[in-house]
T-cell receptor, first 111, second 113 residues
Framework: NAGVTQTPKFQVLKTGQSMTLQCAQD?????MSWYRQDPGMGLRLIHYSVGAGITDQGEVPNGYNVSRSTTEDFPLRLLSAAPSQTSVYFC??????????FGQGTRLTVV | SQKIEQNSEALNIQEGKTATLTCNYTNYSPAYLQWYRQDPGRGPVFLLL?????KEKRKERLKVTFDTTLKQSLFHITASQPADSATYLCALGVTGGGNKLTFGTGTQLKVEL
């Protein structure tokens, strides 16, 4: 039981490049979310999903896309990276109104 | 606008003392409130959940209170140890719509020998 697995752990992108941050969970959780964490800002919700095939926007969705084709996977796509997207990204999965399980994070730098 | 406030200044206490961290919120009607621990370079780890109809929750050396009138939660660590040093985050959740969590910015706790 690995919990929530995020890849890669570190990534450097050039402005304008695209990439996908991977997130997988093996706990059969319905709910999954992507957050970004910036100094002094706390964790902010980017997108979330309440089940396979269902996604919705969070607080800061611009510049990001998600899809949820299976219960296990919830990838986050950066369409055209910008320096403002330099951040630490966390994926989480959770039960209804229950504890969230977070991955180890992806530290992304856009130059 | 909705706001969650945690003391941004680090809290330094001596080993063995009780640490008390505060989470205040405005313009929210949360169904539940959670506390997480985050160590440098790691993801947050769940500690406790307390629901709107509960006043207090305990788990080992941890205690959380939730006052919906004051719009405040207090998080206590008794008999603190250097291993308790970390950043502690509070998060508010509302039912429906994916049970989205909204996080505070966290308070850094340092327990000194």
């Amino acid at each position: 039981n690995a919990g929530v697995t995020q890849t890669p752990k570190f990534q450097v992108l050039k402005t304008g490049q695209s990439m996908t941050l991977q997130c997988a969970q093996d706990m059969n959780h319905e709910y999954m979310s992507w957050y970004r964490q910036d100094p002094g800002m706390g964790l902010r919700l980017i997108h979330y999903s309440v089940g396979a095939g269902i996604t919705d926007q969070g607080e800061v969705p611009n510049g990001y896309n998600v899809s949820r084709s299976t219960t296990e996977d919830f990838p986050l796509r950066l369409l055209s990276a910008a320096p403002s997207q330099t951040s630490v990204y966390f994926c989480a999965s959770y039960l209804r109104a229950g504890e969230a399980f977070f991955g180890q994070g992806t530290r992304l730098t856009v130059v | 606008s909705q706001k969650i406030e945690q003391n941004s200044e680090a809290l330094n206490i001596q080993e063995g003392k009780t640490a008390t961290l505060t989470c205040n919120y405005t313009n929210y009607s949360p169904a539940y409130l959670q506390w997480y621990r985050q160590d440098p370079g790691r993801g947050p780890v769940f500690l406790l959940l307390i629901r709107e109809n509960e006043k207090e929750k305990r788990k080992e050396r941890l205690k959380v209170t939730f006052d919906t009138t004051l719009k405040q939660s207090l998080f206590h660590i008794t008999a603190s140890q250097p291993a308790d040093s970390a950043t502690y985050l509070c998060a508010l959740g509302v039912t429906g719509g994916g049970n989205k969590l909204t996080f505070g910015t966290g308070t850094q706790l340092k327990v000194e020998l």
